[in-house]
Structure formats: structure tokens, C-alpha cells
């Protein structure tokens, strides 16, 4: 199945903005952040299609799915 994924802020660095992908079915959002080697304690907020998921939900064809880092401030 055909995934589009993009990723934002410090995410990108030494990876993409946007970038789609091939992948078997019942891929989960999990299972591209861990390919991505991204730390799940990084992930702030993950989105298919413009609704939050959660690292178990599995992608579809055709899904956009959005990768957020944690924000801070003070």
C-alpha cells in the first residue's frame, strides 16, 4: 500500500518533509517511527488523514499520516 508521510520541525533534519511510501499492509504508525528511528518520547503528536492516532493504529492506502515532535516553552 502507498502511505504518504511528513514529518515536522527538527524531524526533517537528515530525513524529508514529505515522502511517500510503500509498505505492506497493516503497517502501523509505530512501525514507521521506529523505521524512521525516531524515540517515541520525541513523538508529541502522530495524525492520519487529520485526525490523532496513537502508535497502534494501522494505515490504509492512501493515509497521510503526520509525524509532530513534543513542543516546549516556557
Known amino acids: 500500500m502507498r502511505v504518504q508521510v511528513k514529518l515536522f520541525a527538527f524531524f526533517r533534519e ?3 518533509i514529505k515522502e ?3 509498505l505492506p499492509e497493516g503497517t502501523t ?3 514507521i517511527v521506529d523505521d524512521l528511528s525516531i524515540d517515541r518520547e520525541e513523538v508529541g503528536v502522530l495524525m492520519v488523514n487529520s485526525r490523532h492516532c496513537t502508535f497502534e493504529t ?3 492506502e492512501g493515509d497521510i499520516y503526520a509525524i509532530f515532535p513534543v513542543i516546549g516553552g516556557g
Open 14 to 16: 537528515g530525513r524529508f
Open 20 to 22: 511517500d511510501k510503500e
Open 29 to 31: 504508525a509505530g512501525k
Open 58 to 60: 494501522v494505515l490504509h
